[in-house]
């Protein structure tokens, strides 16, 4: 980054290092007190929930939906994945699925979760300027987490939108524990994006 570039500027043309995830991780370490070695692997960064929940909004407001699907537990990534094969098999044009994950049918079919989920956020977003600027342009801090049965969690955390008059408000992030770390489930933020997504079906 040069010095003529702003964090903000930065982040909405998705420039940096090639290595964004470890960008990431590392940032968001260093916030935690943790050690911020590029040798810090995701599994390594996600070994609480609180690790994770802040990994993942901190790859929300950088605008890095590949580096946030890292962070997805696999039924939230197949769950995004149902949503956009069915608005793509609704239009029979094929318009729409070119539009949300740059492909055909045959070749939306050898797609992953992962890749899918990438895809179609990033075309969605671009689009709706006002969504993310609301997603980006604000304070994000987890307070803790309450450890379920059956390796899941909610984690608290408080955001605060960056204009003025605005009030923090309480949010609640469902994680899941996996051989990898902890993934998010659902959190208010995939409701509002795959609510953007289902949007462009009607």
Known sequence: MT???SPESCRLRKCGSATPLVWV???AMSSLGSPTSAQVTINEATRSPDETAT???RSVRAI?????AQFLDTEALERFQFTVTMIANADSSGELREYLVQSDSA????LSAF???ERSINAVIDDMPGLMHSLYDRDDSVIGSVREEEGVAHTVYRTLARISGAVPE???MQLRS???GWRVAWSDELEVIEAALRGVGR
Request: charged share 15%; net charge neutral.
């Open 55 to 57: 990994l993942f909004l």
């Open 115 to 117: 890749e899918v989920f």
């Open 178 to 180: 996996t051989p990898q």
């Open 170 to 172: 309480v949010k609640v």
């Open 25 to 27: 991780i590392v940032m």
């Open 64 to 68: 890095r939906w590949g580096t946030v």
């Open 107 to 110: 070749g939306m079919s050898d």
């Open 3 to 5: 010095n003529s570039q």
